[in-house]
Structures are given as structure tokens and as C-alpha cells.
């Protein structure tokens, strides 16, 4: 059966790079949405204590899918367009023995390799499928060991294509200094795209208080949007870093995030926290499930996370405790957020 015209106005064009994200925000401002801020596809193996690995995987068929099995139902009314910012798997190398440090060209051949992969997935979906089907929108995984400038000479034909950068500081045991030094924000403010920024646990290698203290104030200075990823680690900070022009915060995975960092305090008094977080923050956060990380097994075995079904539900809970409109957090906060506009 042919397709509408509503339906073959998003798709990959040779034109201006903005052209395929106006067209995207274009088709996803019109329509009730579900729109995820945060989910990966690609395939990464992780190995744990005494032998035991793991892998992640998931297409981005199968994303789209998901997003939109969640939405018809979950959702108390289901939303006309799916939608999600699609990161690269990041690139962990506990494969490698303890204390090698990261090799910047195995870091740099990977990077570019899944970001490839990743744009070409995403132009297949779209050639193959209507929007109704589920806009994926990928973003470049950034490598710190290269100047921005030659970074973007590698996807100079694909620019058009890209509707984020993602800073990973453990992944590439680099500090977020490095990511700001190399010229990535002023990179993503020239795209006119925003920047999604792997927090860490405090402590830990690109926590909050280093994006606070490296990032967001150049990131104000470039007129640059970004996001701080999995909800900050629930720092008591974030409310007040949240109130800085252009930084945002995505929920995933909320529990594993809530329950799994913060001395496990039972859902009831998890979902209660998210409830005050949407109060005091309703503008900023926006949904996301950090799929399929959101399974991320610990080194004992246990998994960190929980399904997405439950996961969302509980969302959906707190959301009603806050007593806040559920479109904000579901798709109206991300699109300024990706698109610069409402």
C-alpha cells in the first residue's frame, strides 16, 4: 500500500543538515508522542567476576518496537508518534587486563565504527518504514582523544543525519575537561544539536560535581543544550544545576538508579523521591529507559534495573503523585531540548 503523505515527510535527503531534524521535530510537535531521551542499539559484551560476561544488543527495529508496544500499552492514551535519541554502546574494556590504559586509536576505530553503524541502522529504518513506525534519532558518540574539528571531518556527509553527541568519560577514561578542551560543545552548538553526558556515581569519573564544574559553565558559554544522563545519580544538587539556561536530565533508568545507587530505600519511597524531583524540576526531566543498559547486571550477578513495562509504570506513578501533566515529561521537555524550540 502506498504511503500517505503524511507519512513520507521524514525521510533522509541530501539537503542542509538541519533539514532532517525539522522535519522530524515537525512530524513529533503535532502529535501526542512518546519520546525517549536516552536508549542505545549495537551489541557490547561486558565480562564480570570469576568469568561470567554479559551481552547487550538491541536493533533499532527492535527499539522502535519496543517504544511502541510501551506506549499502546501502558499509556492511559496511546501516543500518535514514537520517537528516541539513539546513542552508540558505549565502549567498556573490562575485556582488557587490569591497568592497560584506553589506546587512543582502539578507542577512536571503535567509536567511528559504531557510530557508522549506528547512522546506517537508522537511515535503513527510515527508507524502510513510515514514521508512524517510530523516528530514530541517532547521535555520535565523541572521542576525546581528537580535536572536534577532525572528529566531525569523518561524518562530514552524514551531518545532516546526527541529532546529538555523547560525552562517556569511563568509557573512554577520559575526564569531561578533555571532552571541552578537544571543542565538542562548540561543535554541538554549531550543529545546533545537544550533548548527552554520562554521569557517573559520585566519585567516580564524570560525576555531577565534574560536569558541574567543567561542562556546564562552558556549556553556557557556547549557547550549547545538554543533558546530565541517569538523573544526575539523584545528586541533591541537581535541582539547582538544573535551573541553568539549557541543561536538562533524563530518568534511566530510574530504579536502577534510585534503588541500585542511593542505599535501596524501597519503591514506595523511590517513587515518592521522583514524585518531588518532577514537582521541583517538571520543566528539565524528560522520560528514557537506558535501553537495554537498563538490565545491566553487577558483578555478583544481580540485576541492577528492572523491565521496561514496570518501569514505566512506575514513572507513570509518580508522575500522578506529583500531580504534574504527563505529556511534559513524555515528549513536550525533550523536544526544546533536541530541537531548541517547544
Known amino acids: 500500500m502506498p504511503r500517505s503523505t503524511d507519512e513520507i515527510t521524514v525521510t533522509r535527503t541530501s539537503a542542509p543538515h538541519r533539514s532532517l531534524r525539522e522535519t522530524t521535530h515537525a512530524y513529533l510537535a ?19 567476576r570469576d568469568d561470567a560476561q554479559h551481552t547487550y ?60 553503524e549506528l547512522l546506517d541502522a537508522c537511515a535503513r529504518f527510515r527508507n524502510d518504514n513510515p514514521p508512524s513506525a517510530g523516528l530514530p534519532m541517532p547521535a555520535l558518540m565523541a572521542d576525546p582523544f581528537r580535536d572536534a574539528t577532525d572528529f566531525a571531518s569523518d561524518y562530514a556527509d552524514r551531518l545532516e543525519e546526527v541529532f546529538a553527541l555523547k560525552w562517556h568519560p569511563p568509557a573512554t577514561e577520559r575526564p569531561v575537561s578533555a571532552y571541552v578542551e578537544r571543542g565538542y560543545l562548540d561543535l554541538a552548538a554549531d550543529l545546533g544539536v545537544p550533548t548527552v553526558m554520562h554521569c557517573s556515581p559520585e566519585g567516580q569519573l564524570g560525576d555531577l560535581a565534574e560536569i558541574s564544574a567543567d561542562a556546564i559553565p562552558a556549556a553556557v558559554a557556547a549557547g550549547a543544550r545538554i543533558s546530565v544522563a541517569h538523573l544526575g545519580f539523584n545528586n541533591p544538587a541537581l535541582p539547582r544545576i538544573l535551573n541553568t ?60 534495573g528492572a523491565d521496561t513495562v514496570p518501569a514505566l509504570r512506575r514513572i507513570l506513578g509518580s508522575l500522578e503523585l506529583s500531580g504534574t501533566d504527563r505529556h511534559a515529561l513524555l515528549a513536550g521537555n525533550v523536544l526544546p531540548y533536541l530541537f531548541g524550540t517547544s
Open 57 to 116: 544488543r538491541q536493533s533499532v527495529p527492535d527499539l522502535m518496537a519496543l517504544l511502541g508496544v510501551l506506549g499502546r500499552g501502558i499509556l492511559p492514551e496511546p501516543p500518535g508518534a514514537v520517537g528516541a535519541l539513539v546513542l552508540p554502546m558505549p565502549y567498556y574494556r573490562r575485556f582488557k587486563p587490569e591497568g592497560t590504559p584506553v589506546d587512543p586509536s582502539t578507542c577512536g576505530r571503535i567509536i567511528r565504527g559504531r557510530n557508522r
Open 245 to 304: 539556561p539549557g541543561v536538562y536530565t533524563d530518568l534511566g533508568p530510574w530504579e536502577a538508579v534510585c534503588e541500585g545507587t542511593v542505599g535501596d530505600p524501597g519503591p514506595l519511597d523511590s517513587d515518592a523521591r521522583l514524585a518531588r524531583l518532577i514537582t521541583a524540576c517538571g520543566t528539565r526531566l524528560m522520560v528514557s529507559l537506558d535501553s537495554p543498559w537498563h538490565l545491566q547486571r553487577r558483578d555478583d550477578g544481580r540485576v541492577l
Open 30 to 48: 503535532v502529535r501526542p508522542a512518546l519520546i525517549s531521551a536516552h536508549e542505545h542499539t549495537g551489541v557490547e559484551l561486558v565480562y564480570h
